[in-house]
């Protein structure tokens, strides 16, 4: 229905037409400055609306896996865990008559074994939980150094006795033992590892 208002005014919502009557402006259009009528430009979704599809929660984040308990993180960190500790027990017990004494890990190359077991543990539990190779063949030289230094010193301790002399035995701690095995373990879970993030 048409209105008629006084000359030259048009109410807000309404429009002139062609044949001098004013109407009301159609849903969905709109009065351009021309004077004329045009569809109203579609806008955005809101928020909650059925055209709206809000981003995932995380979604563009780095992909992190959950931890899991598999033979590779449970030998890593088991033989970690043990390394560290036959680093601070006996590393050797030399007699010499009716005298003996032991040498703890902790006087020689036990700090290292240490080190290098953090060092394992620090590079291997971010490997796991991100599959990054580069993290986890880093947590692999650390075990392997740890073995090779075991192996070293169960070599230095063997040969004790022979350079004293005569009268004197030297026998392998039991945390040399444990420093050994307990790498040979790290290095197995961190050699599966690795070859489990190449399979994935």
Do not use: C
Request: hydrophobic content about 50%; proline content about 8%.
């Amino acid at each position: 229905m048409s209105e008629t208002p006084s000359a030259g005014q048009v109410p807000p919502g309404h429009y002139r037409a062609s044949d001098g009557n004013v109407y009301p402006i159609p849903p969905g259009q709109y009065l351009a400055s021309d004077g004329r009528l045009y569809p109203q430009p579609a806008t955005p979704a809101a928020p909650g609306s059925a055209g709206f599809a809000a981003p995932a929660p995380g979604a563009g984040a780095p992909a992190t896996a959950a931890w899991q308990w598999t033979p590779a993180s449970g030998m890593l960190l088991a033989g970690a865990a043990v390394t560290v500790l036959g680093s601070v027990l006996p590393w050797a017990t030399v007699e010499a008559g009716f005298e003996s004494e032991q040498v703890n890990g902790t006087d020689g190359d036990g700090v290292l074994t240490i080190i290098l077991a953090i060092a394992a543990l620090a590079f291997g539990i971010p490997g796991l939980l991100k599959r990054s190779k580069g993290l986890l063949i880093t947590a692999l030289v650390a075990t392997i150094l740890i073995v090779v230094i075991a192996l070293a010193d169960i070599g230095d301790v063997s040969s004790v006795a022979e350079e004293v002399g005569f009268g004197v035995e030297a026998t392998v701690g039991v945390g040399l033992w444990l420093v050994l095995v307990g790498g040979i373990v790290a290095m197995i879970g961190a050699i599966m590892a690795v070859r489990n993030r190449n399979r994935a």
